[in-house]
């Protein structure tokens, strides 16, 4: 389980004239991350400055850069709100154009990570859960306690088929998995037992 932002999104703040806009994407590489970084640089060529922050899985890197603000006043506070709210797997960058006024270090500070923040709020940050997928063939005298039982351990119904059997494939939370085994198999005299099939992360919001 871990968390990380939904979808691609953007917020902006207004400072003593400078405008902050950040932009936010879920990405899983690094390859991803800095392409993504280029892209916001180039389509604002202009601006003074786009500094970045990204946290990833792999490997557990994280990176982030000031972009030529003074040290410390802006890739890191962007950084620090990504592990403030423990997400991974999201790169921001923030994109300032300079109104003429010096915030001071504090202000950079302040600005950046509230930029961050609000882009970061926009982009929906999400829990993502591994699940098992499993499927399960019994008869059709056990179809009606099965099935109504799917629900109350857990169990998400994906596809049932009928033929000579019945064959239902579900999901179910990880850490579900085996104790949704034990009833199925406990609710049926031990004549089910799911079979697994695979897995996937799936994001909740």
Do not use: W
Request: proline share 3%.
């Amino acid at each position: 389980m871990y968390k990380t932002v939904l979808r691609e999104a953007s917020a902006q703040i207004v400072e003593k004239n400078s405008r902050f806009i950040a932009s936010v994407k879920p990405v899983e590489t690094r390859e991803e991350a800095e392409a993504f970084i280029e892209a916001v640089a180039k389509k604002n060529r202009t601006a003074n400055h786009n500094v970045y922050a990204y946290v990833l899985r792999q490997d557990h890197f994280q990176k982030h850069s000031d972009d030529g603000e003074p040290g410390g006043t802006a890739g890191l506070p962007v950084l620090n709100v990504l592990l403030r709210q423990e997400l991974t797997d999201a790169v921001v960058v923030v994109t300032r154009y300079f109104g003429g006024v010096l915030l001071g270090t504090g202000g950079l500070v302040r600005a950046y990570s509230a930029a961050a923040a609000l882009g970061v709020e926009a982009a929906k940050p999400v829990v993502v859960r591994l699940f098992t997928k499993a499927k399960l063939r019994l008869g059709y005298e056990r179809y009606g306690a099965v099935s109504a039982a799917l629900a109350a351990l857990g169990a998400v119904c994906e596809d049932t088929q009928f033929t000579d059997s019945v064959e239902i494939s579900i999901r179910i939370a990880q850490e579900d998995f085996e104790p949704f085994c034990k009833k199925i198999a406990d609710l049926t005299n031990g004549t089910v037992f799911p079979e697994k099939t695979g897995e996937e992360f799936l994001a909740q919001e």
